[in-house]
């Protein structure tokens, strides 16, 4: 019972860090946004296509630093061998793909379930970002 406790403690302490760093990558784009939009930038079809591909790929950069962290985490834990098994598992996890082909150990395992949780809340919050930069754009087109 100590053991499973531990697990979600320790993996309740990594969640919100992966938030935080999220939200950062998050609060930047919006200065990013916000310059542009004080430069009154035209929005032509091309500069719709840019905003929206450099916003969708700097969110895949923070997802993608979310994984890394749990990636290294568990290679922290001994959870894995190798730095290629743990980057692996952590995006099965964090994708909430689960092949199934890689395991945690079994004192580790609930540690899957946290990871997958978070990978569903931060490709929320990444969906809902990009959904707002998408509004925002289309606003801004019609008012022009």
Known sequence: MLSIL???LIGSLLVPFTILVQVAFIQVAIKRLQ???KKE???KTLTI???LSAST???LAALSTAIWMWALFF????AFETLEESLYFSMVAFTTLGFGDLILPDQWRILSGVAAANGLILFGLTTAFL???LVRILEAKNSA
């Open 41 to 43: 930038v035209k929005l």
């Open 6 to 8: 531990y697990q979600i």
């Open 131 to 133: 959904f707002a930069v």
């Open 75 to 78: 290679l922290k834990l001994n």
């Open 49 to 51: 296509t840019g905003i």
């Open 35 to 37: 310059s542009l939009e």
């Open 57 to 59: 790929l700097w969110m």
